[in-house]
């Protein structure tokens, strides 16, 4: 019998784009998602972007020399400078929430908004990820990361449960709008308008992290920002065995997740890229 969309995913449905969309946005899951949303919602009149500054996916000033935060998305993309209106540019005049204060709002705090979306990622990757992007702030005020490990897991942060696979899933298939997977961005790109609507454009493909490489000699190295706070590959010298010792609820819930995330790129027509 060929499967029902509900049997894969029992929110897959066509988005009533009046309402609005909630980011249940993990740290280093994908602040792209955000631009995604925004082209979708006709709220938002302004499209192409996630947020301004550092929520876009920028370098804060402790990691650049000068002090000058370098973004792909800033203020003077609209030609505006009045702050009421770039926050009405940002925030879709109050009625999207991703660019907001709660920007890393976890499902404890936020689970109870209406038509929530999430993203995952590898567990390997995401923890060297958020190693690396919190390291420069500590390191310049002299703190070790070790200090704040581990992090949050990906299951606590989008379900509020620490090892009940099952469990999550349920709250993702059932509780959730819609969430796809980092790590198979284009793949994701396709689920979502299969699923939710509307037409991918250009922006929702392009890598915004170029500014990494195009700005590089503005970037304090490492062994600048401090000699004495261990570095990431120092504190952590085994990223596979330490994921696998204290995320081991995450890689159990990727692979299952991976596996629906399959079956509804086929049900959708989407590529799968490996």
């Not at 000058?68 to 800033?74: A, L, N, R």
């Not at 002299?142 to 509020?160: A, D």
């Not at 509780?175 to 454009?201: A, K, M, Q, S």
Request: proline share 6%; with cysteine.
């Amino acid at each position: 019998v060929e499967p029902q969309p509900s049997d894969i995913m029992t929110t897959r449905k066509k988005f009533d784009v009046s309402k609005s969309l909630f980011y249940i946005h993990n740290p280093k899951t994908g602040a792209s998602l955000i631009t995604l949303m925004r082209n979708l919602l006709p709220s938002c009149i302004h499209k192409d972007f996630s947020c301004f500054g550092m929520k876009g996916g920028g370098f804060g000033k402790y990691s650049t020399r000068g002090g000058v935060g370098i973004y792909p998305y800033s203020y003077d993309m609209f030609n505006v400078t009045r702050p009421k209106e770039l926050k009405a540019i940002e925030t879709c005049d109050k009625t999207f929430a991703p660019c907001q204060a709660k920007y890393h709002c976890n499902y404890a705090e936020c689970g109870n908004r209406k038509n929530k979306v999430t993203m995952f990622r590898k567990p390997e990757k995401w923890f060297a990820s958020y190693m690396d992007w919190v390291w420069p702030g500590y390191a310049g005020k002299g703190v070790s990361i070790k200090r704040v490990l581990p992090f949050q897991s990906q299951i606590s942060f989008s379900t509020g449960i620490d090892e009940d696979v099952s469990a999550a899933i349920e709250i993702l298939q059932h509780d959730y709008l819609w969430w796809g997977i980092t790590d198979h961005w284009v793949t994701t790109v396709c689920l979502f308008h299969c699923e939710l609507g509307g037409e991918p454009r250009e922006s929702e493909l392009r890598n915004t992290r170029d500014h990494k490489i195009a700005r590089q000699e503005d970037l304090i190295p490492w062994d600048e920002i401090s000699t004495t706070v261990p570095r990431p590959e120092v504190v952590v010298p085994d990223i596979p065995a330490y994921v696998n010792e204290h995320y081991k609820s995450d890689v159990l819930l990727y692979d299952e997740l991976l596996v629906i995330f399959k079956e509804r790129s086929e049900m959708c027509g989407c590529d799968f890229e490996y």
